[in-house]
C-alpha cells in the first residue's frame, strides 16, 4: 500500500466500515483490520444449535440526515426492517441479525481478519501496523475505532508525539459493561409481541425473543441484558453465578425449560456521556490520525456510524 492517499482502519464495526466506505468513494485506498473472525464488532449474533440471537447492539433508530440515507439505503436493499416504534421512534431490525447487516457492508472492502493489531508506529510517510500475526502494514493515514481504552493502549508507544488533548480525552472515556445471557427455550416463550420488555427492575434491563423478532425460527430465543451497575458489580465474578442470577430474574417470561444458555461479557458496552465529545479525534500531524466510534458521535450505531464517517471527512480534507 503507497502511503499517498492509503488508509488502515483498526475496527470493522459500525464506526470502521462507514468510514472505509467514505475513503474508498473518495479513491482512497482503504485496508481495515479487525480482530474478530468476521466484520461487526459490537454488531453480533450467535448461533445456539439452529437458533440465531443478537446478543450486542439490538436495533437501531435513525436521527440524523446521513444515517437516514444510509438507513434508507439499508432498508431498499432488504438488509434492515422496522421492528417496532416507542418515543416517536422507528427501530429497526437487521434481516439475519446484526451480524448479517455488519457483512453487507463489509462485502465491498480489503478486510484482514483475526488480525489483531499489537503495534502502531509512525513510519516516513505515515504509520506502519503490525499485528499479533506478524504482519506488518504500511499507510499515510490511520483510524483507530477499538473502545477508548483499546485505543489508548494501541497508541501507548507514540501517544507523545500527539497533541496531548487526544490522550486526555480518550483517558477520560468511561465505559458501562453489560452481561448477554442467551438462552433457548422449549416452547414459544412469554415476552409479549413485538418481542421485547424493559423489566422496571431487578437486574435484568432488556429481555428480547429473536424468533418474535424475525431473527431466529422455531422456539423462543432469548437474549437477555443485565443492569450496567449489576453488570459492574458481577464484572469478575463466575459465569455460571452470574447466569443463575440473570436465568432467575428473567424466568417469569421462559414459558418453558431451558435448553441451553451462553453468557457474553461486554467490557466495553456503551460510553458514558459519548453526546459531549467531537465526532472524532483527529490529527494531521506527526502523522494522520483519527480516531473515531460510538465514544464519540453518541453511544449507539448511528452514533458511531456519524463517528466513522467524521473520521473520514477530517482525513479527506488533510490528503486534498
Ligand atoms: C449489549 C449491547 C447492547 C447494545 N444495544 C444497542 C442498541 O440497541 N442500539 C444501538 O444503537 N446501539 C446499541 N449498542 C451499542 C452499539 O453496539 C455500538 O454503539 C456500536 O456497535 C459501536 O460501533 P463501533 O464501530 O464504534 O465499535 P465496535 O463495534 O466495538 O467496533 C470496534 C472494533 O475494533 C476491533 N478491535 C479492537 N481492538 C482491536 C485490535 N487491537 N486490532 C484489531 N481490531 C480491534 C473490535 O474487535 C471491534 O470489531 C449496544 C451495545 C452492546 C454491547
Known amino acids: 500500500m503507497s502511503a499517498n492517499r492509503s488508509c488502515l482502519i483498526v475496527g470493522a464495526g459500525i464506526a470502521g466500515l462507514t468510514a472505509a466506505a467514505a475513503l474508498e468513494a473518495e479513491g482512497w485506498a482503504v485496508v481495515l483490520l479487525g480482530k474478530g473472525r468476521g466484520p461487526g464488532g459490537r454488531m453480533a449474533t450467535r448461533r445456539i444449535g439452529e437458533s440465531r440471537l443478537d446478543h450486542g447492539a439490538q436495533f437501531f433508530t435513525v436521527r440524523d440526515a446521513r444515517f437516514r440515507e444510509a438507513a434508507g439505503r439499508w432498508e431498499q436493499a432488504g438488509w434492515v426492517a422496522p421492528w417496532f416504534s416507542d418515543g416517536g421512534h422507528v427501530r429497526y431490525r437487521a434481516a439475519g ?101 424493559r423489566p422496571d427492575q431487578g437486574p435484568v434491563e432488556w429481555i428480547a425473543d429473536n424468533t418474535q423478532k424475525g431473527v431466529s425460527t422455531g422456539a423462543a430465543a432469548l437474549t437477555i441484558h443485565a443492569r450496567a451497575d449489576f453488570s459492574l458489580h458481577n464484572l469478575e465474578a463466575p459465569q455460571e453465578y452470574v447466569a443463575k442470577l440473570l436465568l432467575e430474574a428473567a424466568k417469569p417470561w421462559f414459558g418453558g425449560q431451558v435448553t441451553a444458555w451462553q453468557l457474553h461479557r461486554w467490557r466495553y458496552s456503551r460510553p458514558v456521556d459519548a453526546g459531549r465529545r467531537p465526532a472524532c479525534l483527529f490529527s494531521r500531524q506527526p502523522a494522520c490520525l483519527a480516531i473515531a466510534g460510538d465514544a464519540f458521535g453518541g453511544s449507539r450505531l448511528e452514533g458511531a456510524f456519524l463517528s466513522g464517517l467524521a473520521a473520514a471527512e477530517s482525513i479527506g480534507e488533510a490528503g486534498s
Not at 121 to 146: C, H, I, K, N, Y
Open 97 to 197: 441479525g446484526m451480524n448479517a447487516l455488519a457483512k453487507h457492508l463489509a462485502k465491498p472492502f480489503d478486510l484482514r481478519t483475526e488480525a489483531k493489531v499489537k503495534l502502531l508506529e509512525l513510519a516516513d510517510e505515515g504509520w506502519q501496523v503490525t499485528t499479533e500475526s506478524g504482519q506488518t502494514l504500511r499507510a499515510g493515514a490511520l483510524v483507530l475505532t477499538p473502545p477508548a481504552p483499546q485505543a489508548i493502549a494501541l497508541l501507548a508507544a507514540c501517544s507523545s508525539r500527539f497533541p496531548s488533548e487526544i490522550s486526555s480525552i480518550l483517558n477520560a472515556i468511561v465505559f458501562d459493561p453489560c452481561f448477554a445471557l442467551l438462552v433457548t427455550i422449549d416452547g414459544p416463550g412469554l415476552v409479549p409481541s413485538p418481542g421485547y420488555i
